[in-house]
């Protein structure tokens, strides 16, 4: 199975706030990242944790807690375009360099 | 304009045929990676490449094969194809300051068949 857990969809309306959390049982990760992947298009970048806390990009912030083992990325004011899936990753060192691991990913859909 | 490109976007094949989706890069990052994406799994790591000619499996690797000749260049070959590796397949290129891999930058997917 994957090793980083995202819920397989969720569901919010516009102008509402949503997380979206990914629990994982890696240790010794460089950071958490997230990427948007909306249908028929290849996967955007969001952002990345590389220490615990929050980080905020407009109205995109995405949070770690290594103790907790688990990030979220938080959408707020949410807008029609932001229905997409959505994914965590991390990276871990590996042989020859970092070796990257991503979550199932998670279907938001955005209602009217 | 700042851009991985793959080739080609979709492909038809039979089993057992060789082919070889090529992947470029004009941002000068050393880092480089081949995915695949199937419904529900997400998108796993076949190679990576932190640089010219050091590459290392993924967690899918089987069946595949790559090389890095070039900093900006970094093909997915498969030798003979099964159709259990019809799937959409990404390059992604990454600068890689520090020790972290952070901001990706993604092609636009090639669409793989195998019959």
């Known amino acids: 199975g994957q090793s980083l857990e995202q819920p397989s969809e969720v569901t919010a309306v516009e102008g509402a706030i949503v997380q979206i959390n990914c629990t994982y049982q890696?240790?010794?990760?460089?950071?958490l990242s997230w990427y948007q992947q909306h249908d028929g298009g290849a996967p955007t970048f969001l952002s990345y944790?590389?220490?615990?806390g929050l980080e905020e990009t407009g109205r995109f912030s995405s949070f770690l807690s290594r103790s907790d083992s688990y990030g979220y990325l938080l959408l707020q004011e949410l807008q029609m375009k932001d229905s997409a899936s959505y994914f965590c990753a991390h990276d871990q060192p590996d042989n020859a360099g970092n070796m990257l691991t991503f979550g199932g990913g998670t279907r938001l859909m955005v209602k009217p | 304009e700042a851009q991985v490109t793959q080739n080609p976007r979709y492909l038809i094949t039979v089993t057992g045929k060789k082919l070889t989706v090529t992947c470029s890069q004009n941002?000068?990052?050393?880092?480089m990676s081949w995915y695949r994406q199937d419904p529900g799994l997400g998108l796993r790591q076949i190679y990576y490449s932190m640089n010219v000619e050091v590459t290392d499996k993924g967690d899918v690797p089987e069946g595949y094969k790559v090389s890095r000749k070039e900093k900006r260049n970094f093909p997915l070959i498969l030798e003979s194809p099964s159709p259990n590796q019809t799937s959409l397949y990404f390059c992604?290129?990454?600068?890689?300051?520090?020790?972290?891999?952070?901001?990706?930058?993604f092609g636009p997917g090639t669409r793989l068949t195998v019959t």
């Open positions: 992604a290129s990454s600068l890689t300051p520090g020790q972290g891999i952070a901001e990706q930058y």
């Open positions: 890696t240790s010794g990760f460089y950071g």
């Open positions: 941002m000068n990052h050393e880092y």
């Open positions: 944790n590389a220490l615990d």
